[in-house]
């Protein structure tokens, strides 16, 4: 592992929920309660409920909002109107199941609080030290004030997030253009940039933006999913990764 990162990278980006900060598993519990009780209240009680490992993991984990919303209902057959922000919220939307998501999950938030992955910080301290450049991405429009309940918002050279990305009109992954931005804004070339994610969408999207080196981080064992996406790595924890970069 040490040889393949032996290659003068310039840069790493590092999603943020699953690798920089324990969020990912409170994404997950939101969804679930909220696709849950939408299935329970249109199917009644024989309804089918979202599976974490396969419904999640396929149709939602890493992609922006609404675009998990719109994948899972596909994977289910089920067409919702697109609704919006002047709706009256009755009926259920695309926009009014994916904002009851946002409400559950910033209850759960508020909660349990936001604790960060501590071999991801160390690691992250080592490459500065090192010379390397470091953003961070995520899908998430909740990404600033996680990092900032988190106190590592400085620890980041660049951030690209959920808002930023609707700003510039920036395509969800599995398109790669969350990573490209932020190798942009980082004077960084992808081909000399290492990509560290936790998803399969993000996997994908670095694997296809030409970086040079793609990481998937699988804290609970789910190695074969990111070789099959063709990660160059796959590791447990982050502190896996020694690197001099030399
Ligand atoms: O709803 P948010 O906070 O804008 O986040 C969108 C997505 O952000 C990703 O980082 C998470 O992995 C997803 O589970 C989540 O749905």
Redesign the pocket.
Known sequence: MAEMLNQNFEAVIL????VITQ??RL??KA?KKMFDDFLQSRDGADFKPLNLDKD?NTF??????FD?VRSFLKSRNISLPEGGPDEDGQEPSVYSL?MR??EI?LGLLKKEGVHVYEDTIQTVKKWKKEGLKIAVI??????EYILDSAGVQNLFDVRVD?VISEKEGLSGKPAPDIFLEAAALLGAAPEKTIVVE??IAGIKAGKSGGFGLVVGVARKGEASEMEDAKADIVVKQLTEIYSSNK
């Open positions: 999603d943020m929920d699953g969020t990912a994404h997950a969804w999640y939602i984990d890493g992609i922006p909002r998990g994916g998501k946002n999950f995520s899908s998430s429009k909740n990404a959920g936790d998803a």
